[in-house]
């Protein structure tokens, strides 16, 4: 009897089963994006959607050298005050529509414009596009921008149809239409969003799927169960802990690469009255604290050794990391001195953090560690949204917290570490340092560049409003029937060259 | 019959107003800030004033209740400001897959826990009853979203029967439909099965010992026909007050299947809603299942009203 049972319910199962289509590409992200139009979108998984729909005028490689995607060459003007674009021929928007030197205008111009528009300060400094020809545009700029080819590279760049965008307004996010390897086809809110590939796509023989969908699975273990079970084939994001669950399961594998950003604990330098503690006043403080903590035991405890120990706000394996400014091995005796000089035998503050389970245990061995120094962290488990609301308003002595990253080294540290910038926090202002971030913004040299980083970095190091603690490491887990997946440091899953073996 | 329909439904109106100024004022006494939230991780000044500006986050916290709830009357619920889509077509995409998810669960849950829960009291004090009692408390017991994640591993990742998730809707394709649904339904409805079942055994307790089935028994009635004539009938009354308050809830969403299972319904928007600081949406979707929450049981007590006479004096 039971046997039968059981036979009529596999029987019945097997009926409602369905084989998944083969040229399908499943991909499973972390959170759900927000609305779908690259001028009004913020969120980092929205991005990943895009890679897939919308191209943009030019890409990185993984090293992060500026390549060619609509734009197939570029130059600069010897005062670095405009940059002329050559214009890739034959490329068509996913509503039939040229794309051209005027759609680029139109494109640069709704993002400086569009009221709803969140790329405005990124693409500030162009102050007028010309057409020159069909295929050739020029960006005028007020003073030169090093970071301009970076922003290109990103959402600012992406290429939306012209007439779509005039007609949708900012409601374009309902039914994006942009000109990459897939058509958006729909899209269920924190479940999936659908893309067909665009047959018009001007490298269409390197998408081998027919079909991508991107599904939105929060937890972790949910997520990896799906891959597992083979419901998905590629995930974004997979949790440290997990990975030994991956490694050992002979039909999955890993991918990994180390970031553009950075994980670590911000200071209330200046920012009102709860700056106003030896934590806040004294760097001889900040840097017993930073002595106290020992990074590479803190990322294998916390992290499996998943990620990367570092001290400045690009990862050691970065082309600007300065390398006048080493790491620190963790020297106790040498904090408790530096206490005693600063005046202080014993000495406590806050430190509030996200209240999810890495950021959890992460904010727990840095307060161990730190009691060994004599100090004494008194943790505050804050959700996110409430953290940076006490952390602008100057509620708080120290946050650990990190960055996402970006591209271009300017986006990791002059929004923080400048006397006005956007999100410095701390309120740490240094108009040494000031200048220093603002010529290599306005230098197109890559040693000059990297000279000026490095002397900001001296100097932040000195002062430390942040005490950089690691890089995270993007983690994929894929099936492994899954080949020609490309790993970058911007955590894009790029889909030419993806397939999926026979 | 009618005078007591109009008089209950003229009693929801201050019911439904003091939600909405409940539901109103408790979300923006969450710590956060909307515009912060929404401005994301560049937090430029620009996009943050236009937020604040566009969707009237300076006005005092009446003014601001007062443009919502015009807009209610209308049929406007606010748009939702993290995806710029009207709540109002939020809640037409997500209803029909929680009511859906419901149904199944409180189908599921009254073949389970009515049987069991009836044989229970017929056979208590057997092993039978201890058997049942014991599974009872096990599904009460039980997280859902740890049962949920067990029965993935096991019938998803290991049997490789049915999909962890993947929910697709049943007019486009209703056996994918059903595969995805069965198991949340099945980790709800066995949570719910466990109450229904201590219900049904307890109600049946009390009308077995009741006099009007002595007096059947001493009558000579067969056994079958005692319980399932007599008793059964009587004993299913509070048990239909249990179920329906039961998928009154469910309607709110079952935030924590919904996640496991990433089922597309009010649950999992409800909780992303309010982590994103999404004002329109927190309000628009709690006070539409509070409204239906008080409709299905004004529609209870309808029933209840059909069906004992003593109601209508």
Known sequence: MTRKLSLAVTAGLMLLGSAASAETLRIGLADDPDVLDPDQSRTFVGRIVYTALCDKLIDIDPDLNFVPQLATAWSWSDDGKALTMKLREGVTFHDGETFNAAAVKYNIERSKNLPESRRKSEVKSIQSVDVVDA??????????????????????????????????????????????????????????????????????????????????????????????????????????????????????????????????????????????????QDARVRKAVELAIDRVALNQVVFDGAHLPGNQFVSPQSQFYAKSVPMPGRDVAKAKALLKEAGLDKFEFEMQFANNPDATRAAQVIQAMAAEAGIDIKLRATEFATMLKEQTAGNYQSTQVGWSGRVDPDGNIHTFMTCKGGINDSRYCNPEVDKLLEAARQTNSLEERKKLYASAMELLDRDRPIIYLWHPKWIWALRGDIDGYVPYPDAMIRLPGMRKAS | ????????????????????????????????????????????????????????????????????????????????????????????????????????????????????????????????????????????????????????????????????????????????????????????????????????????????????????????????????RHAFRNALIPVVTIGTLQFGELLAGAVLTEQVFTIPGFGKQIVDAVFNRDYAVVQGVVLFSSLAFILLNLLADMAYFVLNPRIRV
């Not at chain 1, 047959?199 to 799906?226: C, E, M």
């Not at chain 2, 599974?135 to 067990?150: D, R």
Request: with cysteine; net charge neutral; proline share 6%.
């Open chain 1, 135 to 280: 295929m050739t545009v020029k960006f005028n700029l007020a003073a030169p921008d090093a970071t301009l080819m970076a922003t290109l590279s990103d959402r600012a760049g992406m290429m939306m149809s012209p007439k779509a965008a005039e007609a949708a307004g900012a409601g374009l996010g309902a039914n994006l239409v942009c000109s990459g390897p897939f058509k958006f086809v729909e899209r269920v809110q924190q479940d999936r969003i659908v893309g067909e590939k665009f047959a018009g796509y001007w490298n269409a023989d390197k998408i081998h799927f027919d079909q991508v969908i991107y599904r939105t699975i929060p937890d972790s273990t949910v997520r990896l169960a799906n891959l597992q079970a083979g419901d998905l084939d590629v995930l974004e994001r997979l949790s440290p802990p997990d990975i030994p669950t991956v490694k050992a399961d002979g039909k999955l594998k890993l991918v990994d690469v180390v970031g553009l950003g950075y994980q670590g604990i911000t200071i209330n330098v200046g920012n009102g009255d709860k700056s106003k503690t030896p934590l806040g």
């Open chain 2, 1 to 228: 019959m009618l005078t007591y329909f109009l008089r209950r439904l003229v009693g929801i109106v201050p019911t439904v107003v003091l939600v909405s100024m409940f539901v109103f004022a408790l979300q923006q006494m969450l710590p956060g800030d909307p515009a912060l939230a929404m401005a994301g991780e560049e937090r430029d000044p620009e996009s943050i004033a236009y937020i604040r500006e566009k969707y009237r986050l300076n006005e005092p916290i009446w003014v601001q209740y007062g443009y919502w709830i015009a807009g209610v009357l209308q049929g406007d619920l606010g748009i939702s400001l993290r995806t710029n889509i009207p709540v109002t077509e939020l809640i037409a995409q997500k209803l029909p897959v929680t009511i859906q998810l419901a149904v199944m669960a409180i189908v599921i849950a009254l073949l389970i826990g009515i049987p069991m829960g009836a044989l229970s009291a017929i056979k208590r004090g057997t092993p039978l009853d201890w058997i049942a009692n014991v599974t009872a408390l096990s599904g009460l017991s039980i997280p859902n979203f740890w049962l949920g994640i067990l029965l993935i591993l096991l019938v998803s990742v290991h049997l490789g029967w049915l999909p962890a998730s993947g929910y697709e809707s049943p007019f486009v394709d209703p056996a994918q439909n059903l595969r995805t649904m069965i198991m949340p339904a099945f980790v709800l409805g066995t949570a719910l099965a466990a109450t229904m079942m201590r219900h049904t055994r307890s109600a049946m307790l009390e009308v077995l010992t009741s006099d009007y089935v002595r007096t059947a028994r001493a009558k000579g009635v067969r056994e079958r026909l005692v319980i399932f």
